[in-house]
């Protein structure tokens, strides 16, 4: 393939991933407008789009293996993605409030909306989860520079959806409207089906085994590469389950939401982006592939107890101090969040993006089943990232609470580093590695179960150091009752995540 042609197949996953998360920040809001900005909407579209996306990187990463005009079907399946995506945005949009009519019973109407809603969302993120395996078969025709390939395949991807999910929350809901975002995205997609259709572009790759590379390609063990799968799918449990409670935190210390979300789906797929292009720059040095997704799965554990703790300190530690300038609402709206999901948000997901092109490497041991290898590692990590987000929306927030699920998806992980760590042949320091892991896990078990519950608190609680009488939390938010304490005031004040809703003090009955 001539270097051009590869900078092509580049750019044309770049605006994939692109319009993926106009869709995906698009259905969001589009949700939260029908059935209210919650948690449960915003984990309908996280589930929907990753099992549709797990499932798709998985059979058309095995169709895609065989296929003889690799180019042929990446245009066929593009062009899908923005018929298949406009249609079910005109059925929902046409049939939702009709729907409800046919209901006298609100409840089973949400059930079988989410149902429905589900359904055709997971349609068109199958055909998207198609993308990655393809492009990668038409990238990597021989074993030379593999594994650099491979994280540029994904970093392309995962810039696009970046500034996809930036551009549609931030610039075109509130420019254009809904209506017309999907049609963006719509566009997209046929207009890259069509010149691929067109042209020809890819109609025949030439692929080779290169005799000196194959041989260490090949050592690839049958324990490597189940090393490989178990990492992807806890790291994507891992990442995904965290992103529901940032979400739900979040939800107490600001209030826009639909902001919040976007800042959150971007920051972790920036963080999926400079991972993956870190690994495109070393990945071919890397001497020992094991070690090194063990090195992954701990830094992701370290992280996530470090960013546990910012968050329970958040208020003090950087809303208090930008207290001055937070009455400007560019400050409050979307400074304050987008330094929150910098530091909370960001780290974790920059190490996951090194560990998904590290795990297709990993588990690949011939070029020649390039797209149905790297399909069957992204559905291991869709398969997490659809458990992650159900486990600690419809269990682990309702049962423990945010704080507690928190810390038990990282307990999960610190499990997961210690299996790797005993799977992985003796080597010079594995020994360290295991004895350090099972100190770190038990501190981190008992932490979780002994320690009270978190409570995450609107900042003004906080602030003024309000007496905390009831603190409840559900999925959806936390309900906090308080004394006042101030001079001159007496009286409770009730708060619903970041709103003061009802009290008895002279303000509130006033």
């Known amino acids: 393939m001539t270097r051009d042609n590869r900078n092509l197949s580049y750019l044309i996953i770049f605006f994939a991933g692109f319009s993926f998360l106009i869709y995906e920040v698009s259905w969001n809001r589009f949700l939260s407008l029908l059935l209210g900005t919650t948690v449960k909407a915003s984990t309908i579209v996280l589930v929907a789009f990753m099992t549709g996306f797990g499932l798709g990187a998985f059979f058309i990463g095995k169709y895609a293996n065989k296929s003889k005009n690799i180019g042929q079907l990446l245009g066929v399946i593009l062009g899908l993605i923005g018929l298949v995506s406009l249609f079910n945005f005109m059925i929902i949009k046409g049939f939702s409030q009709s729907f409800y009519a046919l209901f006298t019973n609100q409840t089973l109407a949400d059930s079988v909306f989410f149902i429905v809603t589900f359904i ?95 041989s260490n390609y090949r050592a690839n063990s049958d324990k490597s590469r189940k090393i490989a799968l178990v990492a992807t799918l806890f790291i994507g449990f891992t990442i995904l389950a965290s992103q529901i409670a940032w979400i739900r935190v979040f939800k107490t210390y600001f209030t826009n939401t639909s902001y919040t979300f976007t800042l959150i789906i971007a920051f972790v797929i920036l963080g999926l982006f400079i991972g993956s292009r870190y690994y495109a720059r070393c990945g071919n040095s890397i001497k020992n592939n094991d070690v090194s997704m063990l090195k992954a799965v701990v830094l992701i554990v370290i992280l996530s107890i470090l960013s546990f703790f910012f968050l329970v300190k958040f208020p003090e530690l950087l809303m208090f101090p930008l207290e001055r300038i937070s009455e400007n609402v560019y400050v409050r709206l979307l400074l304050i969040p987008f330094i929150a999901s910098l530091l909370i948000v960001l780290p974790p997901a920059i190490v996951s993006g090194f560990s998904f092109p590290l795990a297709c490497n990993m588990y690949t041991k011939s070029t020649s089943d390039i797209s149905k290898n790297v399909g069957r590692v992204l559905m291991f990590n869709t398969i997490g990232s659809v458990i992650g987000p159900l486990l600690a929306t419809f269990v682990l927030i309702p049962f423990v609470g945010v704080g507690k699920t928190i810390l038990i998806i990282i307990s999960i992980l610190a499990i997961v580093a210690i299996y790797i760590a005993f799977s992985i042949n003796k080597s010079k320091n594995i020994f360290k590695y295991r004895f350090a892991l099972i100190v770190l896990t038990s501190v981190l078990f008992l932490f979780t179960f002994l320690s009270k519950q978190t409570q995450f608190v609107p900042p003004s609680i906080k602030k003024f150091n309000k007496k905390i009488i009831s603190y409840e939390e559900t999925v959806e938010g936390t309900l906090v009752v308080v004394e006042e304490k101030e001079k001159g005031v007496f009286g409770k004040s009730t708060f619903v995540n970041n709103a003061s809703v009802i009290g008895s003090n002279y303000d509130a009955i006033k």
Do not use: C, W
């Not at 998207?128 to 074993?143: A, E, F, Q």
């Not at 069509?194 to 020809?200: D, E, H, I, Q, T």
């Open 120 to 214: 055709l969302l997971t349609i068109p993120a199958f055909f998207m989860g198609g993308i990655i395996p393809i492009v990668s078969k038409i990238v990597i025709s021989d074993n030379k520079n593999r594994a650099s390939k491979l994280g540029i395949v994904y970093a392309f991807e995962t810039l696009g959806s970046t500034l996809g999910g930036l551009f549609a929350g931030f610039v075109l809901l509130g420019n254009i409207g809904q209506n017309a975002s999907i049609y963006t995205a719509v566009s997209i997609n046929i207009l890259l089906a069509l010149y691929l259709l067109v042209s020809k572009t890819y109609s025949t790759i030439i692929y080779k085994e290169l005799e000196d590379d194959v």
